[in-house]
């Protein structure tokens, strides 16, 4: 199994909304990431779990708040967002720190729109 | 991580072999070439990565010139399925966290 999988595929939220973005795998991989991609637009990074701790936080705003409950899972709460946060949400995973390079996986994204 | 350079648009007749230039100037010593690329509304997909040799997989081929300052990625005979963005990165170890920054990449177009 090379999958990551993101649920759900599409996502429509009012700005006084909570919703959960999820990503998971069963790769064993140990590093896990999201991802946010504006259109017509790369990627960009926003954090880095290694190990099911936040290694990196790309300065995002806390109305998106990651978590890491396994090293299968990986979450994305959103509260409170913006219009502007509407983009395609990427995840991402792969092998741990420590052992040899494979690529990242990364999953078909979770497409956001925040009205 | 260097910055990489590559031209925003190509096109490529099918059965034909594509070629998508990347220019990394100021690369150093142990900084690997990616490359990454992402059909339509997709997730980015791992393609071929390299040092300094030229590299071959079922996918592609990743020819490095000697100073290292460039690359090319090589589909041998494109279909339209490889109709894509091409994300060509450069990337110091150690690896394993990802911080994959992609560039503006080349839309690589394959005509029927």
């Known amino acids: 199994d090379t999958e990551v999988t993101q649920t759900p595929k599409h996502l429509v939220m009012g700005m006084t909304n909570k919703k959960s973005l999820k990503c998971e795998q069963h790769?064993?991989?140990?590093?896990m990431y999201w991802y946010k991609q504006k259109a017509k637009k790369p990627p960009e990074l926003m954090f880095v779990?290694?190990?099911?701790?936040?290694?990196i936080n790309e300065s995002v705003p806390s109305r998106f708040s990651p978590e890491c409950p396994n090293s299968s899972l990986l979450n994305l709460h959103l509260h409170a967002l913006q219009p502007e946060d509407s983009a395609l949400y990427l995840c991402?995973?792969?092998?741990?720190?420590?052992?040899?390079?494979?690529?990242?996986?990364f999953g078909q994204g979770t497409r956001l729109t925040v009205v | 991580d260097a910055k990489t350079t590559q031209p925003p648009s190509m096109d490529c007749a099918e059965g034909r072999a594509a070629n998508l230039p990347c220019n990394h100037s100021?690369?150093?010593?142990?900084?690997?070439v990616y490359w990454y690329r992402q059909i339509h509304s997709q997730g980015p997909q791992y393609i071929i990565h390299?040092?300094?040799n030229n590299e071959t997989n079922e996918m592609a081929s990743l020819i490095i010139t000697e100073d290292r300052k460039s690359s090319t990625l090589i589909l041998p005979h494109a279909t339209l399925r490889d109709t894509a963005v091409y994300y060509c990165?450069?990337?110091?170890?150690?690896?394993?966290?990802?911080?994959?920054?992609f560039g503006t990449g080349t839309r690589l177009t394959i005509i029927p």
């Open positions: 990165i450069v990337r110091s170890p150690p690896f394993g966290n990802e911080k994959l920054t």
């Open positions: 100021t690369i150093s010593g142990n900084e690997y």
């Open positions: 779990y290694s190990y099911e701790k936040l290694s």
């Open positions: 991402a995973s792969s092998q741990p720190l420590d052992g040899p390079y494979t690529e990242a996986f």
């Open positions: 390299g040092l300094k």
């Open positions: 790769m064993g991989h140990r590093a």
